[in-house]
């Protein structure tokens, strides 16, 4: 190894075997095992690869316009459409309780008896003092008449026939203030008979037989509530409400109007609410407080399903919006700002990055207000080997995508 040679490796293999071959007619052995391996190792850093890729695939949907009805899902919760405090209207002792608690009840059906021993016998006293005063018109009304007749003939004093047409007025005056103190002895009597105001469940009962109730107090006996139909309640945002207006008059939107949107419920434990309502009205004042508006709904509620006070969220139909932009959930990305984003293949071919503006969620489908249009290509598909600027190859959504080199990243988040 006296020898060293230091060798410039050749570009190619042609240059190899043109260059090896002399040297291995002069060179020792040594020196032509070093050629050998010195061919081998350039033998394998010789240019290669596949040959260039053509643009990725992409998966795409073309935005159409179409019409959807659009809806507001908000909190509430259901509130009676009637409901009464039962009280008694007269003093004394509660006799009897005539109906179950929670039950349903009508309307002038009797729920206590309070004990009408006493008003019984104010009620029998104002109609004997009626039946007096009646026996006493017709004595004073037919000494009026004789007196009448006298006096015509100058037989009787001016003076005494004055007296008795007086004595009849007030005996007929009389007989009316007994009518009235006997209709007031029936009230009394017929409130001892506590009846239901209004049909509708009834309540826990606050009292039981033998107790002692007074007229007008502050406590109720038991409560009736109307809850077939019921009402549900919920708030929704002024803003929100004015951003409807504004679609309604540019013609955007169609309302159907209170009394007319239709409304379904979502229970507390997630399912859904088999009968459907409709939207009774709206408020016409802001919540200073929370800015939301009330909104009130109602609901048939044969079975009783919904209780007062029941937490539901009620999906309101606000209008139709005839010619929404839909774009797949899966084609719409998110900045690092949170604003949502999209990629389309533009005219000449290349992805283009879009701004937009959704304002709710449609089943799988964000409706989209600004940022895309009809006829728009929406890239759904292969996203993450695209970057905007780059040309692409647009096919339908659906099909199967050709696997191209290492993936890429537009620097966007979901």
Same mark, same amino acid.
């Given at each position: 190894?006296?020898?060293?040679?230091?060798?410039?490796?050749?570009?190619?293999?042609?240059?190899?075997?043109?260059?090896?071959?002399?040297?291995?007619?002069?060179?020792?052995?040594?020196?032509?095992?070093?050629?050998?391996?010195?061919?081998?190792?350039?033998?394998?850093?010789?240019?290669?690869?596949?040959?260039?890729?053509?643009?990725?695939?992409?998966?795409?949907?073309?935005?159409?316009?179409?019409?959807?009805?659009?809806?507001?899902?908000?909190?509430?919760?259901?509130?009676?459409?009637?409901?009464?405090?039962?009280?008694?209207?007269?003093?004394?002792?509660?006799?009897?309780?005539?109906?179950?608690?929670?039950?349903?009840?009508?309307?002038?059906?009797?729920?206590?008896?309070?004990?009408?021993?006493?008003?019984?016998?104010?009620?029998?006293?104002?109609?004997?003092?009626?039946?007096?005063?009646?026996?006493?018109?017709?004595?004073?009304?037919?000494?009026?008449?004789?007196?009448?007749?006298?006096?015509?003939?100058?037989?009787?004093?001016?003076?005494?026939?004055?007296?008795?047409?007086?004595?009849?007025?007030?005996?007929?005056?009389?007989?009316?203030?007994?009518?009235?103190?006997?209709?007031?002895?029936?009230?009394?009597?017929?409130?001892?008979?506590?009846?239901?105001?209004?049909?509708?469940?009834?309540?826990?009962?606050?009292?039981?037989?033998?107790?002692?109730?007074?007229?007008?107090?502050?406590?109720?006996?038991?409560?009736?509530?109307?809850?077939?139909?019921?009402?549900?309640?919920?708030?929704?945002?002024?803003?929100?409400?004015?951003?409807?207006?504004?679609?309604?008059?540019?013609?955007?939107?169609?309302?159907?109007?209170?009394?007319?949107?239709?409304?379904?419920?979502?229970?507390?434990?997630?399912?859904?609410?088999?009968? #459907? %309502?409709?939207? /009774?009205?709206? $408020?016409? =004042? *802001?919540?200073?407080?929370? @800015?939301?508006?009330? &909104?009130?709904?109602?609901?048939?509620?044969?079975?009783?399903?919904?209780?007062?006070?029941?937490?539901?969220?009620?999906?309101?139909?606000?209008?139709?919006?005839?010619?929404?932009?839909?774009?797949?959930?899966?084609?719409?990305?998110?900045?690092?700002?949170?604003?949502?984003?999209?990629?389309?293949?533009?005219? #000449? %071919?290349?992805? /283009?990055?879009? $701004?937009? =503006? *959704?304002?709710?969620?449609? @089943?799988?489908?964000? &409706?989209?207000?600004?940022?895309?249009?009809?006829?728009?290509?929406?890239?759904?598909?292969?996203?993450?080997?695209?970057?905007?600027?780059?040309?692409?190859?647009?096919?339908?959504?659906?099909?199967?995508?050709?696997?191209?080199?290492?993936?890429?990243?537009?620097?966007?988040?979901?």
């Amino acid at each position: 190894m006296n020898n060293l040679i230091f060798i410039r490796y050749p570009a190619n293999l042609a240059a190899v075997g043109a260059w090896i071959g002399p040297l291995m007619k002069k060179s020792n052995n040594a020196i032509r095992i070093l050629a050998c391996v010195s061919a081998l190792i350039m033998a394998g850093c010789g240019p290669s690869g596949p040959p260039p890729m053509g643009p990725p695939e992409v998966g795409i949907v073309v935005m159409r316009p179409q019409a959807v009805t659009l809806t507001a899902e908000l909190a509430g919760r259901t509130n009676p459409t009637a409901i009464s405090d039962v009280r008694p209207q007269v003093n004394g002792i509660i006799k009897a309780r005539l109906f179950k608690e929670g039950s349903n009840v009508q309307a002038g059906e009797i729920l206590y008896l309070i004990d009408p021993a006493p008003y019984q016998a104010a009620f029998d006293s104002a109609k004997a003092q009626l039946a007096n005063a009646r026996a006493n018109l017709v004595t004073t009304e037919l000494k009026a008449q004789r007196y009448a007749a006298l006096v015509k003939s100058d037989a009787l004093a001016r003076q005494t026939y004055d007296d008795a047409l007086a004595a009849y007025r007030q005996a007929a005056a009389t007989v009316s203030e007994q009518k009235a103190n006997l209709e007031s002895a029936a009230i009394n009597l017929a409130y001892t008979r506590v009846k239901a105001p209004i049909s509708g469940r009834v309540g826990v009962s606050t009292v039981t037989p033998g107790a002692l109730v007074t007229a007008s107090q502050t406590t109720a006996l038991t409560t009736v509530q109307t809850l077939d139909p019921i009402y549900v309640d919920v708030a929704q945002s002024s803003a929100e409400l004015l951003q409807l207006k504004h679609a309604i008059s540019r013609g955007n939107v169609r309302n159907e109007g209170p009394g007319l949107a239709e409304v379904t419920l979502k229970l507390e434990d997630g399912t859904s609410y088999a009968q #459907k %309502g409709r939207l /009774e009205v709206t $408020d016409v =004042t *802001v919540d200073p407080n929370t @800015g939301a508006i009330l &909104l009130r709904a109602i609901f048939p509620n044969p079975d009783g399903v919904l209780l007062p006070g029941m937490y539901v969220r009620a999906v309101v139909a606000k209008g139709m919006d005839r010619n929404a932009i839909l774009a797949p959930q899966q084609g719409v990305t998110r900045n690092e700002k949170g604003d949502p984003t999209a990629m389309i293949v533009n005219a #000449k %071919g290349k992805a /283009e990055m879009r $701004d937009l =503006t *959704v304002s709710q969620a449609i @089943g799988d489908k964000w &409706l989209v207000t600004s940022g895309l249009k009809a006829g728009d290509r929406l890239i759904v598909e292969g996203l993450q080997r695209v970057q905007p600027g780059i040309a692409v190859k647009a096919v339908p959504a659906g099909s199967r995508p050709q696997q191209q080199g290492a993936p890429t990243s537009h620097g966007q988040s979901g």
